[in-house]
């Protein structure tokens, strides 16, 4: 038996615990990641030889992680060139990807250090029989002379690895927490994992994506699901229109890709494997908030965190997109539909009303029939259609013999319904269309008005790029606005009899100082809806033009960040020769600043937007409208600054939009991307695990924003989510989103408490490009 010393290839008293903790920042994910070495281990040797028996190994104590595998094993040269060696990796070959290995970066021993400060490993390589036994200790590691202790040992004739970390003093970890959570990384991977002695592994699909009560099956080979995508099927559709979809033997762009997808609407989480290896929790945007999992050989993970690579997420995306279409197609053959309103959603903005048919409307007299059955009823003749809900000109004009098709009061049904009798039914309409009274010219405007006028204007100019002209009238049917299309702008009129209206024109005489910021909220509350559509960024072109004025400071951005590197590549050019240890520290240390958000400081909402909350007060007691999930622009005070990370309300006062805690995103995502939070955009968040995800989707519906949160700990709460009103809120220097009750605890950093999220942004497109 013989032994000797070897080096350690960085220099550690520099680099490892600045950079090794910033990668594994907790022994949850140290955990994972020697976990995920162990999965492809053991796949690599199941990959030459199918006949072993495969096992995992994990033991769990407060103060030590040890985990063995009998997998393919580790020679003394892979030891010494990759597993000791940041920026190596044995697994970036054909053959490994070929076994379907899950991690191919290379960090190799660095990470562990962050939070171990003892690691052992013995290991037998499958391939050559050696047997070799490695100890490190955190304290000892130096760049100058050789620091390793490696011990040549007698093989066993048992391949594989043991690596046993000792967790340093201060980061003992919770067994049950640390065996719930690597359970749920596991649970669909089909060879045993056992943590202290249980199998938590081998789970059927079906636990984690129940099917929803079935009132009708299909199943369908190489089924043509858009554009792109052609799949083996399965759909299980419910009675409320619930929708389970399983997706096998999937082709993508002509090319297979290995996996599945088994997806269910409402789910919101969209948890990633491969391999049936877990990566992390994802956020896609889907109309029927498709969720459940995807197990892909095409989604690779991030260097050390709990997150798929943004070519993986926009792969998501643009399947998804696929998805849906395959989904609303299959609806609109259906009853169920009737009840979807997901479905009418992507009819709308998709403009596919000739979809709508199995939609019911209301007839007076008689019990809701369906848009098809307008079509045959009125090629007699024409059927009398009422777009109001005056009961007085219903009961005048309904009867037996001439019944009358009342539309539905909201949309998206009432927009489906008027679209497709439009284009597919013969119907003759009653008139309902608002009446304007005492309309007045400028000159004969109060000097209220005239203020109100020319704020308004200037608001619907600066914030919507909307050329508006507001004039003052009287309207029938209540309403405080009326919006009309006039040549290249808008002909906005006002209600001075309406109370939204009078609160503002009253505000302007009494309190002047916070006239501006009421006629911002109003606008954005009251008038944005009404005006939504003639919003230039609304359309496609608009879409695009905004995305290319958006992405033109994020290349100088990125070209800066691609210099920069990754942690693995900037360790690989060290490797290398190709850059010296001085630019290879400066240069790992900017790349983990980069992406990590610290929060220390938490402030009163009420303390830094004082108006906020009382200008939504007093129009939601004025308007009287209720909160919706439709597109809205965030909420600006550009004049104000702030230095707080986290906003704050009171359980004892009134919540804004629903919200008591508000995030500010990073400085360098604000200043990249921070345009985007001034256009009109919907929010959806889901979290899980120790991740956080917001997408929040431009009006147009062509792209979006994510914004990936990734904590120390568990996020204190069931895995969930969905989508959320809108309540950006937009400063000088800070820009806030919501956080969602459920998740508040663990945002708000508690005294003397500093909160660390590592973050990701980028902006997704939803279809037609990936």
Known sequence: MTSDLIPFQIETQRVIQLLAKQIYQSPLALLRENTQNAFDAVRQRLHNDATFIPSIEITLDPDKITIKDN???????????????????????????????????????????????????????????????????????????????????????????????????????????????????????????????????????????PPVPETWKTVVSAQKIGARLTADVTVILSNNADLWLSLKNIIWDSRAFPGRLVLRSGHANLRTFRSGFGLATASVNSFYQFGGVADLLALEPTAGREAITVDGLQFLQSMMADIDLFASELLSKRDESDSSTPFMNWVVAHNRYELSGRLRMTINPGDRITLDEVVQRSQARPMMLYEGTDQGVIKAHASDDTPLLILARNNPRRRCELAFLKIKANTSPISDTPIVKDRRSYMQFSTAEKALAFRIESILETDYFVKGVVEFGIISHGLPALAQKHGDGVSLILNPEGQTVQLLLNLYDTDLGAFGSMAKDFARNVLFPRIADYVPSSTRQGAEAFLRAIRRPREVFEYADDDLGNLPTIWEDYNGGRISLDEAVERSRAAVRSSVQVVDTAASAKDVVPDVIQNEQALHAAAGFTLNLDPSPGITRLEITSSAKILVIDDKEPALRGYRCFLAITDKVREDMGEFFLQPHSTSIVWGGQKTLFIFMHHSGQFGLYYDLQTREVVDAPAGGGPYPTSSIVLKNRLYIPIPDEIRASFVPKPGERKRFEVRADILRTEGKD
């Open 71 to 209: 997998g393919i094993g580790m020679t003394p040269d892979d030891l010494s060139r990759h597993y000791w060696t940041a920026g190596s990796s044995s697994k970036n070959t054909d053959a490994a990807r070929a076994a379907g290995v899950v991690g191919t970066f290379g960090i190799g021993a660095m990470a562990n250090f962050g939070i171990a400060e003892r690691l052992t490993v013995e290991t037998e390589s499958a391939i050559s029989g050696e047997r070799t036994i490695c100890r490190a200790d955190r304290a000892k590691l130096d760049l100058k002379q050789d620091c390793i202790e490696r011990e040549f040992l007698q093989p066993l004739g048992k391949p594989g690895t043991t690596i046993t970390a000792q967790i340093a003093v201060g980061e003992r970890i919770d067994v049950q927490k640390a065996r719930d959570y690597i359970a749920e990384f596991v649970s669909l991977v089909d060879l045993p994992v056992r943590v202290n002695g249980v199998v938590v592994s081998q789970k059927p699909i079906e636990d984690l994506v």
